[in-house]
């Protein structure tokens, strides 16, 4: 059906009128081609360690897994086990815990500094740059560099609070302090992130508005509150979005800073999945987990997009 | 630029006091930003400066951000007390490799989806779109089972195989294969052309900026990547940088220069990266919102 859409596109680009018989219809849509198996190897990939194993991942969810050894079907007894397990809940809540907070800072400041750095200046792209350089940096060493800023002992944020006469903080031994200070080096990290998704939106906004409301006497803050954010709104939705499905995935930082503790305290989901899964070998139980952590991503996907109206806002 | 054009292009000139606010205004905002900025490069030049600063030193002057005297004691642990050159050919074998293979595979899929009309592409297109919702972790444990089936765990096949292609690098090379004109490849085809040909040689060359973006996006995202590194590989062999790094650090190493020097080398590949190609950066990571 596509040919014929197409013929008549065609035929009045290049001024010749194609007949039933033309060229085109010479070349119809078909089933097999060899030229069909340059998609081979991408398929086949994506086929065997994409695509089979979700399969795979939710019939591990029913049952007992031990790699290389017998599986036996127990029903819905992982799920049974996980709804009681209190390892469960407290990574459930530090988990999205950890989402709210980075997510709300990251698109209101990441917002704010977007805003400030809009202009094409050279000031402007330098200090762009310099925001955006840690997004770019492997989560471990940001969390090793970051473990050691904060270490009591030979930190530079221990060093500066001693200047300061405040006694030493212990930020990532301490139940109470360990996960805000998780929060904080991964808003730290993923700012010129948010940033940089947000000028692409604000780029998009057209002139001619800003231009309007001026000529109608609006302050700065107007324009930002009635043309800048409405303007903006699919981008706020595509950032949140982003942001938060990749948070509730967060594992490098809490691994190498914490790897949960103390005592659980910053044990994310897919720190708990990692070590059910790879250390305790409770590998189906760990699947089960996995699929409940996608569930959430996919209903907190379907929410947001419900939430900012996506779809009426052309 | 909208707003900021609005401020200083007033139509009447500015009262003394409305000046004397913008003023403040602008200077605020350069206080805040200079504190920023301060906030995201000091960790950095801590983490250079303490790559050569002794333990000692460490110790006595947290409170410095410069080292006392400079030592190379920690670029030399590095080596002599990691297996550090093993670490660094596994991180450029695995990067590097996955990041050609999948350019290769990529593109090749991306020019059958753009260009071929067969029946049921649609579908394959959003096959892979939707395998892109799926988080990785997901997959994981299905994964490590399967490789170790096929005995491909604590292999470079088992690190390379299963990630030599990417969804996003499927759709990122559709979508700029689309916007090359299809007259073009349609001459080449009167001109008898293969396929293959068209593909090498007419769209591949004119997709440089895709190239170069998917590219980047790849290898920094491989080079960075932790997870998948600590699942495939067990053996001290056949660890990456931040696997390595991790995992040594956890355990045998407690000397901070040793540590910082191996994360300040970590970081370089992509830091050079970063000054020579800083557009195709963020312009990968603001299309994909990956990074």
């Not at chain 1, 301490?174 to 993923?190: D, E, G, H, M």
């Not at chain 1, 509730?248 to 659980?264: A, E, K, N, R």
Request: aromatic residues 14%; contains cysteine; positive net charge.
């Amino acid at each position: 059906m596509t040919v014929t859409h197409r013929v008549p596109g065609r035929a009045a680009r290049t001024g010749t009128p194609l007949t039933s018989g033309g060229a085109a219809a010479r070349r119809p849509r078909r089933r097999w081609q060899p030229v069909l198996l340059f998609m081979v190897p991408s398929f086949l990939i994506l086929g065997a360690f994409v695509i089979y194993p979700i399969i795979q991942s939710f019939i591990f969810s029913f049952q007992n897994v031990t790699i290389g050894g017998p599986t036996s079907w127990v029903g819905i007894d992982n799920y049974v086990t996980l709804f009681k397990d209190s390892q469960f809940w407290n990574a459930l809540g530090i988990t999205l815990e950890f989402t709210v907070a980075s997510v709300a800072v990251l698109v209101v400041v990441g917002f704010i500094l977007a805003l400030l750095l809009q202009g094409e200046s050279l000031a402007n792209r330098i200090v762009r740059s310099i925001f955006f350089f840690p997004t770019i940096v492997s989560l471990v060493t940001i969390g090793l560099v970051w473990k050691f800023l904060l270490d009591p002992n030979i930190g530079f944020v221990g060093g500066l609070f001693d200047l300061l006469g405040i006694p030493p903080v212990s930020w990532l031994t301490s139940t109470s302090l360990a996960l805000p200070t998780v929060i904080f080096v991964n808003i730290w990290k993923n700012l010129g992130f948010a940033m940089i998704l947000l000028l692409a939106g604000l780029k998009g906004v057209p002139q001619e508005r800003y231009e309007a409301a001026r000529i109608d006497g609006a302050r700065t803050l107007q324009l930002v509150r009635y043309i800048t954010i409405p303007g903006v709104r699919p981008t706020l939705l595509f950032t949140t979005l982003i942001l938060t499905i990749q948070t509730l995935q967060v594992f490098d930082l809490v691994f190498v800073m914490t790897d949960g503790g103390p005592i659980f305290s910053t044990d994310t989901l897919v720190n708990l999945i990692y070590r059910d899964a790879f250390t305790n070998y409770q590998t189906g139980y760990a699947s089960a987990i996995s699929f409940v952590l996608f569930v959430i991503i996919v209903v907190i996907s379907a929410l947001q997009l419900r939430f900012f109206r996506y779809n009426d806002v052309d | 630029m909208s707003t900021e054009s609005l401020r200083t292009a007033p139509r009447r000139p500015l009262a003394p006091a409305r000046r004397g606010f913008a003023a403040l205004r602008s200077s605020s905002k350069w206080i805040f930003l200079g504190i920023g900025v301060l906030a995201a490069l000091i960790p950095f030049v801590w983490m250079i400066s303490g790559s050569f600063r002794s333990e000692a030193d460490l110790f006595k002057n947290p409170a410095s951000l410069f080292p006392t005297s400079v030592t190379l004691h920690g670029y030399i642990g590095v080596w002599q007390q990691l297996p550090f050159l093993r670490l660094l050919a596994n991180s450029f074998i695995f990067a590097g490799v996955t990041t050609v293979a999948t350019l290769l595979f990529d593109s090749m899929c991306a020019y059958v989806l753009s260009r071929v009309p067969f029946r049921g592409r649609s579908i394959a297109f959003w096959l892979v779109i939707a395998t892109l919702m799926v988080p990785f972790q997901v997959t994981l444990i299905p994964v490590f089972i399967e490789l170790f089936h096929l005995g491909w765990l604590n292999t470079y096949q088992g690190l390379i195989i299963p990630r030599a292609t990417s969804a996003f690098g499927i759709f990122l090379f559709r979508q700029f294969f689309i916007s090359i004109p299809p007259e073009l490849d349609e001459a080449a085809r009167i001109d008898g052309a293969s396929h293959w040909r068209i593909y090498w040689q007419v769209i591949l060359p004119l997709s440089r900026p895709a190239i170069a973006t998917v590219a980047i996006l790849n290898f920094m995202n491989l080079w960075n990547d932790l997870l998948w590194p600590l699942v495939v590989t067990t053996s001290p062999d056949m660890l990456t940088l931040p696997a390595g790094l991790t995992l040594f650090g956890g355990q045998h190493i407690t000397d901070h220069a040793i540590l910082l020097a191996g994360a300040t080398i970590s970081l370089l590949p992509i830091a050079i990266g970063f000054f020579l190609a800083q557009k195709y950066f963020v312009a990968g990571v603001a299309t994909t919102g990956l990074k």
